[in-house]
């Protein structure tokens, strides 16, 4: 696989990601996914707070989505 379809893979897995994430929680906005890979430490700490759940809780849903 070359570095673009590696890169157009992983931006239509984030794409498919933030959907389901919408879905289940409809409270998530466009700005609350908006986050680029090299900031996911900033990304985690926001859902935690927007979520009102823990590190372990937000890791175990971004892995099953």
């Given at each position: 696989m070359t570095t673009t379809n590696v890169s157009t893979s992983l931006k239509t897995n984030w794409e498919a990601q933030k959907a389901?994430?919408?879905?289940?929680?409809?409270?998530?906005?466009?700005?609350?996914?908006?986050?680029?890979?090299?900031?996911k430490v900033e990304f985690l700490n926001?859902?935690?707070?927007k979520l009102a759940l823990n590190a372990q809780e937000v890791t175990a849903i971004m892995e099953s989505v």
């Open positions: 389901k994430l919408k879905m289940q929680f409809p409270k998530l906005t466009d700005d609350d996914l908006n986050f680029g890979q090299e900031k926001h859902m935690e707070t």
